[in-house]
């Protein structure tokens, strides 16, 4: 199905505002003043709540019974988003964000050897090449980190990585199922984790309205933006513009607290980012043939 050119340009925009809103996410984790479980307890419980709501009005279900009929592949899903959730917030406080965003980048390459281990997916000679020199950023990005004891933060954003990418692995396996609610799931596992932890009660109002921000704003708005408009453009596309998570999230903490990368981490995510744009326009200008996905099954007990 070929999109119009409106809708082209309004999934491009919805998918740069969910860019936008996940770009935030590292500089309010560098801002409050809780600790990481308290931090992932907080940001969870507003996300859940938030996409919960979102996703039974929308639907005209409750969310428990969109958990049902997903199965055990919307929990696996959520399993999976919970950890790299999880994460992401003790790699913020681990290492820079610079390291922790860069790392987080390679997913996609992580998806392309999973699905070519997992489901036999082919893998273009290309890829495998974008592959190569993204594996060599992130060597000299973790080398970097062992003399300054960054080194944790970085093994973290990169098991938050892996487990995205297993998360998008395991979508692409169950094509009929509506992963949506994964996500509300995911927030509710990580909140669970987070629970016996945390302490929530030392938050101050600042810091809650921060948080707030954080599991609404940043994460479930963040994810209903990107929701709506990656379906309007070629994958490829929302690749890229995707991108400005990588490239803003750095930039905000620079501007705001003045947190510098330095030059190993420079050199690493310049390797990163430079495979990623230059595999992604060559998918933009020779798009790849792509296999249609069976028609999602509409369950008896869902509304029209």
Do not use: K
């Not at 998918?15 to 936008?20: I, L, P, S």
């Not at 090449?129 to 093994?155: E, I, K, N, P, Q």
């Not at 190993?264 to 992604?280: E, F, H």
């Amino acid at each position: 199905m070929t999109a119009s050119a409106g809708a082209t340009r309004r999934g491009a925009l919805l998918v740069a505002g969910a860019a936008v809103c996940w770009s935030s996410g590292a500089l309010i984790a560098r801002l409050v003043a809780t600790t990481p479980w308290t931090t992932s307890l907080w940001r969870s419980l507003f996300a859940s709540v938030f996409l919960a709501v979102v996703l039974s009005v929308a639907r005209r279900r409750s969310i428990v019974a969109q958990w049902q009929d997903g199965g055990r592949p919307v929990a696996a899903v959520a399993a999976c988003m919970a950890i790299a959730s999880t994460c992401f917030i003790f790699s913020i406080a681990n290492t820079s964000v610079a390291n922790t965003l860069l790392l987080m980048s390679t997913s996609p390459y992580v998806v392309g050897l999973l699905g070519w281990l997992v489901l036999g997916e082919r893998v273009a000679p290309r890829t495998w090449l974008t592959m190569g020199v993204a594996l060599a950023g992130a060597v000299v990005m973790v080398s970097s980190s062992y003399g300054r004891g960054g080194l944790l933060g970085d093994v973290l954003a990169i098991i938050m990585a892996t487990s995205f990418a297993v998360a998008t692995v395991l979508v692409r396996r169950h094509p009929r199922i509506s992963m949506a609610p994964a996500a509300a799931l995911a927030t509710a596992f990580t909140f669970l984790m987070a629970l016996p932890l945390a302490t929530p009660l030392a938050t101050t109002p600042r810091d809650l309205a921060l948080l707030a921000f954080f599991g609404i704003g940043q994460f479930g708005a963040g994810f209903l933006l990107f929701m709506a408009g990656a379906r309007l453009i070629p994958a490829a596309q929302t690749s890229l513009i995707g991108m400005l998570e990588t490239v803003l999230g750095p930039v905000w903490v620079w501007l705001v607290l003045h947190e510098r990368p330095d030059a190993a981490s420079l050199t690493g995510g310049a390797l990163i980012l430079t495979a990623l744009v230059a595999n992604t326009a060559v998918d933009l200008v020779r798009p790849r043939a792509m296999v249609p996905l069976p028609a999602p099954v509409v369950r008896r007990t869902e509304q029209p």
